[in-house]
């Protein structure tokens, strides 16, 4: 089992920037990617960013160059850092891991961004 605890959402204003943490435990070797996705109102969830375990990412096409996916693997933890923010990245974003075929997910947080 691999548990997963996000914090950093809120409120910020257009062009603004958050930082979200995501800090996972339990079973957390052979860990073989981790991710950001996001879930607006009435809307399907779809990915952000990931990463895989050699450290190669990819994003959405509606964040790059916005958005950049890091982690630390002392404190098993992934980042998004989100620059630049557009009302339309408003949404729940939660953390993802997948594990030998697995994925768990995070609680989810809110990132909304409105003037």
């Known amino acids: 089992q691999v548990q997963l605890v996000e914090s950093g959402g809120g409120l910020v204003q257009p062009g603004g920037s958050l930082r979200l943490s995501c800090a996972a435990s339990?079973?957390?070797?052979?860990?073989?990617?981790m991710g950001w996705y996001r879930q607006a109102p009435g809307q399907q969830r779809e990915l952000v960013a990931r990463?895989?375990?050699?450290?190669?990412?990819n994003y959405a096409d509606a964040v790059k160059g916005r958005f950049t996916i890091s982690r630390d693997n002392a404190k098993n933890t992934v980042y998004l850092q989100m620059d630049s923010l557009k009302p339309e990245d408003t949404a729940v974003y939660y953390c993802?891991?997948?594990?030998?075929?697995?994925?768990?997910w995070g609680q989810g947080t809110q990132v909304t961004v409105s003037s």
């Open positions: 339990g079973s957390i070797f052979r860990i073989d990617v």
């Open positions: 990463i895989f375990s050699g450290g190669s990412t």
């Open positions: 993802n891991a997948e594990r030998i075929g697995r994925a768990y």
